[in-house]
């Protein structure tokens, strides 16, 4: 701009209208291109607060700005900035200035609207010599600018020069911009993406680099309709090819002229006979939609794409879960194909507050992650912790599905105690959801994780709630003693053993009546190793074998181990209780961390006696009381006491005195049925 006033005044006549007329055509041509970005550039002047700021600082003097100077260091102030602005500020700069002002289209639009014409000379034939003062006395208005606030300018040209290089770079790519809170065209600038090129050459050129030529799946169907070529990208494999055959058969009736000038909109609005379809224009964007199962639909010549959803993934049929069996009940269960799941949840929950929100996680796998939750029950807080903590998670990927998500939002140490619920039933999601539970689907995984969870949720099972408040109280007792015995029979066994005079006089009968080859402790862990070796081998056993297997198991190993001496009767007797009560544990993981505790009792019964059972199960019931999930106790009702919750987990109340919801979820409703 400096130099614009060392000009003289006939190359200034001839710049300035020249630059506007170029900047008024090119921003004909983006307006053609780009209607809505170019009224929203022109809707207002006020329309970004930084780019106005740039505008009245370059061209506003800054002695207008400046603070009256005591005239005792005038002098010295003015030897000073003539110094420095020699060594500043040179030709070279000022080209750079003016470059970069010319790029920036809006900018230079702007100024030259605002300043230039303004200022632009009345006549051609004045005097040269007027002319000159004006520049002259302009330059000194600029040089006494430069002379306040030398650091602040020196700033300003480093600011303008990566300006020019970002535009520079943008020839090849493009910024998404968001609008600012005023409503303004200039928001927060977003990561680089990659449009879509608008040449079909260009186009499958691009598609090359993304695997097609060279993954046999990937499938491009080039076809002209309408003299408009036109190339269907999908995977094979995970759509639907009927309902593509029939988009195509449709397209097929198309001619010249009825397609207008604007080919994407008349495909979009009136050709493609599918029922979800959409418009991206981002590279990206589109190579994630195919590679989810959708198909591209592009047009030669447009700047975007259409995304057909005609997904067919390859699933089994819903059926009664392997852990959660009930005798009475439904027999569905969840399958590996998110959209099945979250319908099976809606066809039992018809709630118009049910909400399910997306979230790709994963940079190279980006699975599929639903939140669910019943907008006016579930706390607010906690739907926000849940979804922040799945956001921030950054890895490749979850080809393990929700087991890794749970360690990457939530599992923290070395803790074997499972902090979330698994459920493979949506009759157990729905009540949970109604409680103001949330719960998360993660595609791929038949499981869904009920959040936040407790030490008592997971030994409930649905089977209580499908008979009487009677049986199912029954059912609760058993399976809470079978638990009890799973972690504490074995150690209080062997403490008896090791001291009898703890044992009262009822129970002399209790200890081995002989003592075997190999000490207790060790017979102990080497039955907890067989009882997990036997559970691995019937998983990966195939079925027609697991009968055989169990026979090896019960006679063969069982009952010559006991002959041979290398175990006692009593040891048998005890471990096939604790694995009965385990297997009883509704939660597979809760099961296993009990297990891990069962074992850390035993020893330190075998180190320390009453001591270090005692001091053992302390501090387990510490660690536990210290867990949170979700920052919920992970032990509540037991700590912190909840009397009539603790009523509700003894007892399996009936449906209509149960009117309330858990504090423990802090929920916006409370009841769950109106108070008569």
């Given amino acids: 701009m400096r130099n614009r006033d060392r000009q003289t005044p006939d190359d200034q006549s001839f710049i300035i209208p020249e630059i506007i007329s170029m900047m008024e055509e090119l921003e004909d041509e983006d307006a053609l291109d780009h209607p809505s970005a170019s009224k929203a550039v022109h809707s207002s002047d006020n329309e970004s607060d930084?780019?106005?700021a740039v505008i009245e600082e370059i061209s506003e003097p800054k002695a207008q700005k400046a603070k009256p100077r005591s005239s005792e260091n005038l002098e010295a102030e003015e030897k000073d900035h003539a110094e420095r602005e020699k060594d500043h500020f040179t030709q070279e700069d000022l080209d750079i200035e003016l470059l970069s002002l010319i790029k920036d289209k809006e900018r230079l639009h702007q100024l030259l609207s605002a300043q230039l014409v303004s200022k632009e000379p009345a006549s051609h034939s004045g005097s040269k010599s007027a002319q000159h003062g004006e520049a002259d006395k302009k330059d000194k208005a600029a040089e006494q600018h430069h002379t306040d606030d030398s650091s602040k300018d020196k700033g300003k040209k480093q600011q303008v020069q990566a300006h020019s290089e970002q535009q520079d770079h943008s020839d090849s790519k493009f910024k998404k911009q968001g609008k600012s809170q005023d409503g303004g065209a200039h928001g927060e600038e977003q990561p680089l993406v990659e449009p879509i090129p608008t040449s079909i050459e260009q186009y499958l050129k691009k598609l090359e680099d993304a695997g097609f030529h060279t993954s046999f799946d990937i499938v491009v169907r080039e076809m002209t309709f309408g003299e408009k070529r036109t190339a269907l990208f999908f995977y094979n494999g995970l759509v639907k090819d009927t309902l593509l055959t029939d988009v195509l058969t449709r397209l097929t009736y198309l001619q010249t002229e009825t397609l207008s000038t604007n080919a994407l909109h008349d495909f979009l609005h009136y050709y493609v006979p599918a029922v979800q379809v959409k418009a991206v224009d981002e590279w990206d964007d589109m190579l994630l939609e195919v590679m989810s199962g959708a198909s591209a639909f592009y047009i030669d010549g447009e700047s975007s794409?259409?995304?057909?959803?005609?997904?067919?993934?390859?699933?089994?049929g819903p059926e009664e879960p392997s852990l959660e069996r009930v005798v009475r009940g439904s027999r569905d269960g969840f399958v590996e194909t998110l959209m099945v799941n979250v319908s099976l949840v809606r066809r039992r929950l018809r709630d118009p507050m049910?909400?399910?929100?997306?979230?790709?996680?994963?940079?190279?796998?980006?699975?599929?992650?639903?939140?669910?939750?019943?907008?006016?029950?579930?706390?607010?807080?906690?739907?926000e912790s849940i979804r922040d903590k799945i956001q921030q998670v950054k890895i490749d990927g979850l080809p393990l599905a929700d087991k890794q998500l749970e360690e990457a939002t939530v599992k923290r140490g070395w803790n074997p105690y499972p902090l979330v619920r698994y459920s493979e039933r949506p009759d157990v999601v729905a009540a949970h959801l109604l409680e103001g539970n949330?719960?998360?689907?993660?595609?791929?995984?038949?499981?869904?994780?009920?959040?936040?969870?407790?030490?008592?949720?997971?030994?409930?099972?649905?089977?209580?709630?499908?008979?009487?408040?009677?049986?199912?109280?029954?059912?609760?007792?058993?399976?809470?003693?079978?638990?009890w015995a799973s972690l504490f029979l074995l150690p209080i066994w062997f403490l008896f053993v090791l001291d009898p005079s703890l044992k009262p006089a009822s129970l002399d009968f209790i200890g081995p009546s002989k003592m075997g080859e190999i000490p207790i402790v060790i017979q102990f862990l080497l039955a907890e190793l067989g009882v997990?070796?036997?559970?691995?081998?019937?998983?990966?056993t195939p079925t027609p074998l697991a009968t055989a297997m169990s026979l090896i198991a019960a006679l063969m190993i069982g009952d010559i181990a006991v002959s041979t001496g290398l175990f006692i009767n009593e040891v048998i007797l005890y471990m096939a209780i604790a694995a009965v009560g385990m297997f009883a544990t509704p939660s597979y993981e809760l099961?296993?961390?009990?297990?891990?505790?069962?074992?850390?009792?035993?020893?330190?019964?075998?180190a320390f006696k009453v001591p270090g059972f005692v001091i053992a199960t302390t501090i387990v019931m510490l660690v536990l009381s210290m867990e949170r999930s979700f920052n919920r106790p992970y032990m509540w009702p037991f700590i912190p006491f909840d009397l009539k919750?603790?009523?509700?987990?003894?007892?399996?109340?009936?449906?209509?005195?149960?009117?309330?919801?858990?504090?423990?979820?802090?929920?916006?409703?409370?009841d769950k049925m109106p108070r008569t």
């Avoid at 794409?305 to 089994?316: T, V």
């Avoid at 689907?441 to 009677?470: G, K, Y």
């Avoid at 109340?653 to 979820?665: A, E, F, I």
């Fill in 354 to 383: 049910l909400r399910y929100e997306i979230v790709r996680v994963g940079q190279r796998t980006q699975t599929d992650v639903c939140i669910a939750y019943v907008e006016d029950i579930t706390d607010p807080e906690l739907i």
């Fill in 50 to 52: 930084e780019l106005s």
């Fill in 438 to 483: 949330v719960a998360v689907f993660v595609d791929t995984s038949p499981s869904v994780m009920l959040l936040p969870t407790t030490f008592f949720d997971l030994i409930q099972h649905a089977e209580e709630n499908r008979q009487t408040p009677f049986m199912g109280t029954y059912f609760r007792w058993v399976r809470f003693i079978g638990i």
């Fill in 532 to 540: 997990d070796l036997l559970r691995m081998a019937a998983v990966h």
């Fill in 305 to 316: 794409a259409l995304i057909i959803d005609a997904k067919a993934f390859p699933s089994r």
């Fill in 591 to 606: 099961g296993l961390a009990n297990r891990i505790v069962r074992l850390l009792l035993i020893v330190c019964v075998a």
């Fill in 645 to 670: 919750a603790m009523i509700n987990i003894i007892v399996r109340p009936p449906v209509l005195y149960n009117r309330t919801r858990p504090n423990l979820l802090r929920p916006k409703q409370r």
